[in-house]
């Protein structure tokens, strides 16, 4: 059981603005993600050889209107689930400022008092299964299926099981978490929490960014999430807070440009 979380890089991007509460991100760190070197490109001396285009991919389910699964308070993140099962509903009610949209994507992103945020990370279970759906979902997100201004933050795998990965399994897990990166998000992996299994998630503790010290953790995950999770969740919120900045700095700069 335990948290691991594997870096990515920080990139530019120029989605749709959104309302996101300032709250959430005004002390976020200016620092860059620095790549993983086992992604790094390798140089080739040689042309290379010419691919095929992609075939084109169906879009992915979403919402054509605001998430019903709204807190009272706007999140600043969305988690997504690839597959039924994948824990994100037991995972959001662990986080004060993430919404649930259940395995659909976020469609509606604006300003708008019914509109949402446009940061996604996607949850998957690590069971093969689980892991060919996160795949097809990155893919689908790199071939432009996904909703207009959507933006995959990161990618967190869930272990199924108290045991090792099968070979084949982990390989996967691989191959989906190098397409996330390249795709400019971060990985992370939650190992298993067996206190999940005793609860619904709305007895679940929630962790929030304003508590100033966080408690012991005593085993009781419906008095504070497991530290697998608040490791998990800061870290999320960080990288939540470092893309909504960016988000938000990139619409005043367009608003004021339009502006006579």
Avoid: C
Avoid at 106 to 125: T, W
Wanted: aromatic fraction near 6%; proline fraction near 12%; avoid cysteine.
């Amino acid at each position: 059981m335990g948290f691991t979380a594997r870096p990515g890089p920080d990139r530019n991007h120029t989605a749709g603005t959104t309302r996101l509460d300032p709250d959430y991100w005004h002390a976020a760190p200016t620092g860059r993600f620095e790549p993983d070197p086992k992604y790094a490109p390798v140089a080739s001396r040689s042309e290379p050889e010419p691919q095929p285009a992609p075939a084109a991919v169906p879009p992915v389910p979403m919402w054509h209107r605001a998430v019903p699964n709204s807190p009272p308070r706007p999140p600043l993140v969305w988690l997504v689930g690839v597959h039924g099962g994948a824990g994100v509903s037991s995972l959001a009610a662990s986080l004060s400022w993430a919404g649930d949209a259940g395995q659909r994507w976020p469609a509606r992103i604006g300003l708008a008092a019914d509109m949402d945020s446009p940061l996604v990370v996607l949850v998957a279970r690590t069971h093969m299964r689980g892991l060919n759906a996160l795949l097809r979902a990155l893919i689908a997100h790199r071939q432009h299926a996904t909703p207009a201004g959507s933006l995959v933050v990161g990618v967190v795998t869930i272990a199924d099981v108290a045991r090792p990965l099968p070979i084949s399994v982990a390989e996967r897990r691989d191959e989906a978490e190098a397409l996330a990166f390249q795709l400019g998000a971060r990985t992370w992996r939650l190992g298993w929490l067996e206190q999940w299994r005793s609860y619904e998630p709305h007895e679940l503790a929630e962790w929030t960014p304003s508590v100033d010290s966080t408690p012991l953790h005593d085993g009781d995950p419906t008095r504070t999430p497991p530290q697998p999770v608040r490791l998990l969740a800061e870290q999320i919120l960080t990288t939540a807070r470092s893309a909504g900045a960016r988000i938000t700095e990139h619409a005043h700069r367009s608003a004021g440009k339009a502006s006579p």
